[in-house]
């Protein structure tokens, strides 16, 4: 059995507050700069990476002098605060040694169910895949709790997954992979290798009793591979310690729990795009575009169309329909309605003279854009 990760070429990668940190003392800067080092070689072997850290609350204790983890929410969020400082600060250093950049981005669930501001997160996030920078991500914990009450990055790693439609989710734990029952109970247990990732015996596997449902326990694991490969991403669930975890996996070894998504990987991440957003308008191209549409791999360019209707907005999905009313295609739009008015017919160069400023030479990216 080959690992799935060895064909997969756009990966996110979730490690834990219990990976980052060095049991109640901060940060583990040898295990970050284990990380970068993996990363590096990972960006070696032609792959691209995103990495989801959590790391700042640990941190931020340690940098305030705090030796018991407080219970309120709002002094976790402000340790949060303070320690995403030295959490970034070290990741910085670390990628910096082996000539990589790194990207702070700091999210929410919200940001990524808002249209708009779901179109710009993922925009930013291929722009700096493109500069081969390496995204750090971590919850935007000053507006939102959820990692902080729940252990919930392992959702966040998912909709990130999601969002850049990776090939790949990798959650690194403190645990080896999924087992059949609770190993620390059951001599019986034994490792999943492989399963389809939204198996509903996972679910049950993941959330027997005495299962740590709470704090990113497996359950949260299992569904976040669910939420991925609704994408068509696979996820695979290793132990972080495990020797060169990362670049083994890469190379083809399967470590831990891969959960792929199935058969019909590449039909679920063009049918995740049709169906994420509601249409909200249309867009009449001409035969040109229709015809280089069709050929696959090629985005919609404002030149190409005809007429547009509907009002929507940047970051909606529009309708595309040939001359004779014909729907071809769905995608994500880079400009709304009134901005696709002025600049239909147009060549991409005249936007900026057109609308005083440039988003996209584009007005459907072709990573945004699903044949019908
Ligand atoms: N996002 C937070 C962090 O990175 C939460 C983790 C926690 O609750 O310990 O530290």
Same mark, same amino acid.
């Given at each position: 059995?080959?690992?799935? &990760?060895?064909?997969?070429?756009?990966?996110?990668?979730?490690?834990?507050?219990? &990976?980052?940190?060095?049991?109640?003392?901060?940060?583990?800067?040898?295990?970050?700069?284990?990380?970068?080092? /993996?990363?590096?070689?990972?960006?070696?072997?032609?792959?691209?990476?995103?990495?989801?850290?959590?790391?700042?609350?640990?941190?931020?204790?340690?940098?305030?002098?705090?030796?018991?983890?407080?219970? #309120?929410?709002?002094?976790?969020?402000?340790?949060?605060?303070?320690?995403?400082?030295? +959490?970034?600060?070290?990741?910085?250093?670390?990628?910096?040694?082996?000539?990589?950049?790194?990207?702070?981005?700091?999210?929410?669930?919200?940001?990524?169910?808002?249209?708009?501001?779901?179109?710009?997160?993922?925009?930013?996030?291929?722009?700096? *895949?493109? @500069?081969?920078?390496?995204?750090?991500?971590?919850?935007?914990?000053?507006?939102?709790?959820?990692?902080?009450?729940?252990?919930?990055?392992?959702? +966040?790693?998912?909709?990130?997954?999601?969002?850049?439609?990776?090939?790949?989710?990798?959650?690194?734990?403190?645990?080896?992979?999924?087992?059949?029952?609770?190993?620390?109970?059951?001599?019986?247990?034994?490792?999943?290798?492989?399963?389809?990732?939204?198996?509903?015996? &996972?679910?049950?596997? !993941?959330?027997?009793?005495?299962?740590?449902? =709470?704090?990113?326990?497996?359950?949260?694991?299992? @569904?976040?591979?669910?939420?991925?490969?609704?994408?068509?991403?696979?996820?695979?669930? #290793?132990?972080?310690?495990?020797?060169?975890?990362?670049?083994?996996?890469?190379?083809?070894?399967?470590?831990?729990?891969?959960?792929?998504? =199935? /058969?019909?990987?590449?039909? #679920?991440?063009?049918?995740?795009? !049709?169906?994420?957003?509601?249409?909200?308008?249309?867009?009449? +191209?001409?035969?040109?575009?229709?015809?280089?549409?069709?050929?696959?791999?090629?985005? +919609?360019?404002?030149?190409?169309?005809?007429?547009? !209707?509907?009002?929507?907005?940047?970051?909606?999905?529009?309708?595309?329909?040939?001359? /004779?009313?014909?729907?071809?295609?769905? =995608? *994500?739009?880079?400009?709304?309605?009134?901005?696709?008015?002025?600049? *239909?017919?147009?060549?991409?160069?005249?936007?900026?003279?057109? *609308?005083?400023?440039?988003?996209?030479?584009?007005?459907?990216?072709?990573?945004?854009? #699903?044949?019908?």
């Amino acid at each position: 059995m080959e690992s799935i &990760l060895a064909k997969s070429k756009r990966l996110v990668v979730k490690v834990g507050s219990s &990976l980052v940190t060095n049991s109640g003392a901060g940060l583990d800067h040898e295990a970050i700069a284990n990380w970068a080092q /993996q990363i590096a070689r990972l960006k070696e072997m032609g792959r691209e990476v995103v990495l989801v850290s959590s790391g700042a609350v640990a941190e931020g204790m340690l940098r305030l002098g705090w030796k018991k983890r407080p219970h #309120a929410v709002h002094e976790l969020q402000a340790a949060a605060a303070v320690g995403q400082m030295g +959490l970034v600060q070290v990741y910085e250093t670390c990628f910096r040694k082996h000539g990589l950049h790194t990207a702070q981005i700091l999210l929410t669930h919200d940001d990524l169910a808002d249209r708009k501001r779901y179109l710009n997160a993922r925009t930013t996030l291929r722009t700096l *895949l493109e @500069l081969n920078v390496i995204p750090i991500i971590n919850e935007n914990d000053t507006v939102v709790t959820d990692e902080i009450r729940f252990g919930d990055n392992d959702t +966040l790693g998912a909709l990130v997954t999601n969002l850049i439609e990776a090939d790949a989710l990798v959650i690194l734990t403190d645990q080896k992979g999924l087992f059949s029952a609770d190993p620390r109970k059951d001599p019986s247990a034994v490792l999943i290798a492989e399963a389809i990732a939204g198996d509903p015996e &996972l679910e049950k596997m !993941a959330g027997g009793a005495g299962s740590d449902i =709470g704090r990113g326990g497996m359950l949260t694991k299992i @569904l976040a591979a669910k939420r991925a490969a609704r994408s068509g991403a696979h996820t695979i669930i #290793a132990w972080g310690r495990e020797e060169q975890a990362l670049v083994r996996l890469a190379e083809g070894v399967p470590i831990g729990t891969q959960l792929s998504a =199935g /058969q019909m990987s590449t039909a #679920a991440r063009k049918q995740w795009l !049709a169906d994420h957003l509601q249409v909200r308008g249309t867009l009449t +191209l001409d035969d040109g575009a229709v015809r280089v549409l069709r050929e696959g791999g090629k985005s +919609l360019l404002p030149i190409g169309i005809t007429a547009c !209707a509907g009002n929507f907005g940047r970051g909606e999905v529009v309708t595309c329909l040939d001359g /004779q009313g014909r729907e071809i295609a769905r =995608g *994500l739009v880079n400009y709304g309605a009134e901005e696709a008015q002025k600049i *239909l017919r147009h060549p991409s160069a005249e936007i900026e003279t057109i *609308l005083g400023y440039v988003d996209e030479p584009e007005m459907i990216h072709r990573d945004n854009l #699903a044949l019908l």
